[in-house]
Structures are given as structure tokens and as C-alpha cells.
């Protein structure tokens, strides 16, 4: 199945290597997240590699992150809206050397925070303001000539972005509250 991403030429051929939940928009967010986080394997080739996709949510009320063409398309039927940003490339399957990104939504609304931070997944959860949905992928933490820096930059009342290094700088010239460096994502499948 193919499926491409508004405002590019990019398709995406979803195959056997590709981890899919059928996991449906709910009412203020998301049911469930992809399965990412399944034990370590070694894989060689980069069908595992899907991309990281950040879309808008209605409202302008916050930023969402996914991998997953189901989640996506879903949205796209809520009236998200894709905002032309995609970091990179995440591994839907674990792979030595990388860690999960965990998402979470804010239950006051529609706004979206990732993390790969075990520590703040748990105590964001446990505050009861924030909804952990899942692993939406797995990054590297080591850098490589194929793969390019993240940061989480925030801003109260415009809510969490994940962003490469040149971008995160300007955002944060812009007001933005850097948050910190997230990982690495592969510039490309």
C-alpha cells in the first residue's frame, strides 16, 4: 500500500516490514500509538524506516507527531492538518542502538508532547494532566554521516515541536523555550 504526503512527490510503500496498528482518532486524541517498542532485533536493510510527520491539530491548538499512515489519514479526517515539517526518518521496530519516542497528549486538549525520556513519560503520566499513548518509533542517540540532530522546542500556548538543529535555533531566537536535544532521526529511508 502506498501512501504519499501532502505537498511532496514522496510515497510510502507500506510492506511486511512495517509495523501498522489500526488504532483510530479518538474524540481529543489518539487510542493507541504503533508497537515500536517490541524487543531488539538486528536488521540491516532500511525498510524499517518510516517517516516522522508532524501535523497540526484543529484549532491550531497543538502539534502532532506520527509514523503511522492509519493515525495520519485519521486525522487528516478530524481536520489536522499536515504542516510541511518532517524531521526525518524514525525505526518502526526496535533496532540496536535506539531508543523509543514515547507520546503523550495533554487531556485538557488537543496537544502533543514526545519524549524519550522514560523519567518524564512516567511523571507526566502520573500527574493526571497527560495521556501516554504509546512508542511512535525509535531513534539512534549516536550521530552518523546519515542521520541529523532533533530538538523539542516549546512554547505556552502553542505547545511542543521536534525539529532539526538550524530550525530549533531559529525558533529559539523566535521565543521559543529550547527544551533539549532529543536524539538523531536518518535523513532518509
Given at each position: 500500500?502506498?501512501?504519499?504526503?501532502?505537498?511532496?512527490?514522496?510515497?510510502?510503500?507500506?510492506g511486511?516490514?512495517?509495523?501498522?496498528?489500526?488504532?483510530?482518532?479518538?474524540?481529543?486524541?489518539?487510542?493507541?500509538?504503533?508497537?515500536?517498542?517490541?524487543?531488539?532485533?538486528?536488521?540491516?536493510?532500511?525498510?524499517?524506516?518510516?517517516?516522522?510527520?508532524?501535523?497540526r491539530?484543529?484549532?491550531?491548538?497543538?502539534?502532532?507527531?506520527?509514523?503511522?499512515?492509519?493515525?495520519?489519514?485519521?486525522?487528516?479526517?478530524?481536520?489536522?492538518?499536515f504542516?510541511?515539517?518532517?524531521?526525518?526518518?524514525v525505526?518502526?521496530?526496535?533496532?540496536?542502538?535506539?531508543?523509543?519516542v514515547?507520546?503523550?497528549r495533554?487531556?485538557s486538549?488537543?496537544?502533543?508532547?514526545?519524549?524519550?525520556?522514560?523519567?518524564?513519560r512516567?511523571?507526566?503520566?502520573?500527574?493526571?494532566?497527560?495521556?501516554?499513548?504509546?512508542?511512535?518509533g525509535?531513534?539512534?542517540?549516536?550521530?552518523?554521516?546519515?542521520?541529523?540532530?532533533?530538538?523539542?522546542?516549546?512554547?505556552?500556548?502553542?505547545g511542543?515541536?521536534?525539529?532539526?538543529?538550524?530550525?530549533?535555533?531559529?525558533?529559539?531566537?523566535a521565543?521559543?523555550?529550547?527544551?533539549?536535544?532529543?536524539?538523531?532521526?536518518?535523513?532518509?529511508?
Amino acid at each position: 500500500m502506498k501512501w504519499k504526503i501532502p505537498g511532496t512527490r514522496r510515497a510510502r510503500v507500506l510492506g511486511a516490514g512495517a509495523v501498522v496498528t489500526t488504532a483510530a482518532l479518538v474524540a481529543g486524541g489518539v487510542a493507541v500509538a504503533n508497537s515500536a517498542g517490541a524487543a531488539t532485533t538486528s536488521v540491516t536493510a532500511t525498510s524499517y524506516r518510516t517517516q516522522l510527520i508532524e501535523m497540526r491539530t484543529a484549532g491550531a491548538k497543538g502539534y502532532f507527531y506520527t509514523s503511522n499512515q492509519v493515525e495520519f489519514l485519521s486525522a487528516q479526517k478530524r481536520g489536522w492538518t499536515f504542516t510541511g515539517q518532517v524531521p526525518g526518518y524514525v525505526a518502526n521496530t526496535a533496532v540496536r542502538g535506539t531508543v523509543p519516542v514515547y507520546r503523550l497528549r495533554v487531556k485538557s486538549g488537543s496537544s502533543y508532547l514526545l519524549s524519550i525520556s522514560t523519567a518524564e513519560r512516567n511523571k507526566l503520566a502520573a500527574s493526571g494532566q497527560w495521556v501516554y499513548e504509546g512508542v511512535i518509533g525509535r531513534i539512534p542517540l549516536a550521530a552518523a554521516s546519515d542521520r541529523a540532530r532533533i530538538y523539542r522546542v516549546s512554547k505556552n500556548g502553542l505547545g511542543w515541536r521536534v525539529m532539526r538543529t538550524a530550525q530549533a535555533a531559529a525558533y529559539v531566537k523566535a521565543g521559543w523555550h529550547l527544551d533539549g536535544f532529543m536524539g538523531y532521526v536518518w535523513t532518509h529511508k
